[in-house]
């Protein structure tokens, strides 16, 4: 969720239109996939398209708990999936392609006045809504919604979440990949996940240690709306 200037080309929905493809019932544009599909072997989580996320609902654009995204992006995902199966480990994902709606979904979540307390304790107990914004932990405009950015979790053999230190979209200093207050084996999860990403051409966002985004962009200076279903 790096904040990052974005213009969102007109080319960007005629490639939806007129360059799409099918995958199952649904069309995606060229060049975009299902995670599930490319790589069977994650686990998927799509916290979004589910209310256990920060926001406390479904977010906008989230239809299924799927996840889509570029197919440059899949085909790196699989190799750093096929290096930690290697060690008795995966991929958990919690979000990939963003639509454009859900960021403006997140930003007016932000303007409502209040907050449920549960949720705040749990996602951004020391911040405001509007500081998570000013702060960098939510963009105003998104990677996540030109099918560059992926974020995710490893998990052992059994599927259970390796100690990060945090949740995923826990909004703190803590969430900082290279937080000090840290064990031994937060710090060691960390860096193996750090590693094996870059490895395999993504980069880390240095306020988030689940949000990598491909060096090599797929769709540069392109975003998309389709939804996730």
């Known amino acids: 969720m790096v904040k990052q200037f974005i213009w969102v080309s007109i080319a960007s929905f005629s490639l939806f239109t007129s360059c799409a493809h099918r995958e199952g019932t649904v069309m ?17 989580a799509a916290s979004y ?7 406390g609902s479904v977010v906008d654009g989230y239809l299924a708990v799927e996840a889509i995204f570029s197919k440059a992006g899949a085909e790196a995902l699989c190799k750093v999936q096929d290096e930690l199966q290697g060690k008795g480990l995966g991929l958990k994902i919690f979000d990939a392609y963003r ?46 919604s030109r099918g560059s950015a992926v974020d995710l979790t490893i998990v052992n053999e059994n599927g259970i ?23 031994e084996e937060q710090k060691s999860n960390r860096e193996l996940l750090l590693d094996v ?33």
Not at 49 to 55: G, I, L, Q, S, V
Not at 161 to 180: Q, V
Not at 197 to 215: D, P
């Open 161 to 183: 979440e390796l100690d990060m230190g945090t949740i995923f979209d826990f909004f703190h200093e803590r969430s900082h990949t290279k937080a000090a207050d840290l064990t």
């Open 49 to 55: 398209a589910t209310p256990d996320n920060f926001t």
């Open 197 to 229: 990403m870059k490895r395999h051409g993504f980069k880390n966002y240095s306020q988030e240690w689940w949000h990598f985004s491909l060096v090599k962009e797929a769709f540069p200076g392109k975003s998309f709306d389709f939804n996730i279903e």
């Open 99 to 144: 639509p454009l709606k859900a960021v403006k979904f997140f930003q007016s979540w932000a303007k409502m006045p209040g907050d449920v307390q549960a949720i705040k304790e749990k996602y951004y107990p020391t911040h405001t809504k509007l500081d998570l914004f000013k702060l960098g932990y939510i963009a105003t405009e998104s990677s996540h």
């Open 28 to 44: 995606l544009p060229e060049g975009f996939v299902y995670l599930s599909k490319e790589c069977p072997s994650l686990i998927i």
